[in-house]
């Protein structure tokens, strides 16, 4: 299975997870935009620096051949992939665990 392949596939993994499996659906909501858009900044300036200088060099024949900042498209969605499924399996095991990021434990104690 080609770089391509494997990186749709994870990506398309990582919403089928949110949406679907886990049902937490992050994807849906802004703050997870506005998060991930602080991430991908990072990642771009990194992998910029690792393609740009040379550290890291992709076969052609590998890849699609488009990048963004010297980042070949398809590690945007490995990050994109990873970044979801992390924040995906840790908002739902909080939830199973009764420590749901909608409420605060502290914010619902109304005995003080």
């Known amino acids: 299975m080609s770089y391509t392949a494997l990186a749709v ?5 990582a919403v ?3 949406l679907w ?4 659906r992050l994807l849906t909501r802004r703050i997870f935009w506005v ?3 602080i991430i991908v900044v990072f990642q771009l300036l990194s992998n910029g620096i690792l393609t740009g ?3 890291v060099v992709y076969d052609p024949g590998a890849i699609t051949g488009l990048r963004i900042a ?14 979801t499924h992390t924040l995906t399996w840790w908002v739902w095991w909080g939830r ?7 409420r605060h434990p502290a914010a619902t104690d109304r005995r003080k």
């Open 9 to 13: 596939l994870g990506a398309a993994a």
């Open 16 to 18: 089928a997870a949110d």
């Open 21 to 24: 499996l886990l049902r937490t």
């Open 35 to 37: 998060s991930y858009a």
């Open 53 to 55: 200088f040379g550290i």
């Open 70 to 83: 010297y980042a070949p498209v398809e590690d945007l969605l490995f990050g994109f992939a990873l970044v």
């Open 96 to 102: 199973r665990l009764g420590r749901s990021p909608r």
